[in-house]
């Protein structure tokens, strides 16, 4: 990769970590960009901040029936 295609990725993944904060309630599901694992299986729900730093990734087991809490009205 060349040094701007570095740097687009670098802006690319950061902007995904926040964009999964912002619409955390809403992209559960959405496929990481570093890991390609769903947000919901990040160690804290989030998005990767980082290729050289990737999360832990946890699966549920026990609690694979998901029950959503609806925080707005
Ligand atoms: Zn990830």
């Known amino acids: 990769m060349t ?3 570095t ?3 670098q802006v ?3 902007i995904e ?3 999964s904060m912002v619409e955390y309630d809403y992209n559960r599901d959405e496929p990481c960009l570093v890991c ?3 947000y919901k299986h990040h160690i804290d729900g989030l998005a ?3 290729d050289d730093n990737p999360k832990q990734i ?3 087991t026990t609690s694979s029936t998901n029950k959503k809490i ?3 009205p």
Do not use: G, P
């Open 3 to 5: 040094d701007i295609d």
């Open 7 to 9: 740097k687009a990725r």
């Open 12 to 14: 690319a993944v950061k």
């Open 17 to 19: 970590h926040l964009m």
């Open 36 to 38: 390609k694992q769903k």
């Open 48 to 50: 990767c901040e980082s």
């Open 58 to 60: 946890v699966r549920f």
């Open 70 to 72: 609806k925080l707005k």
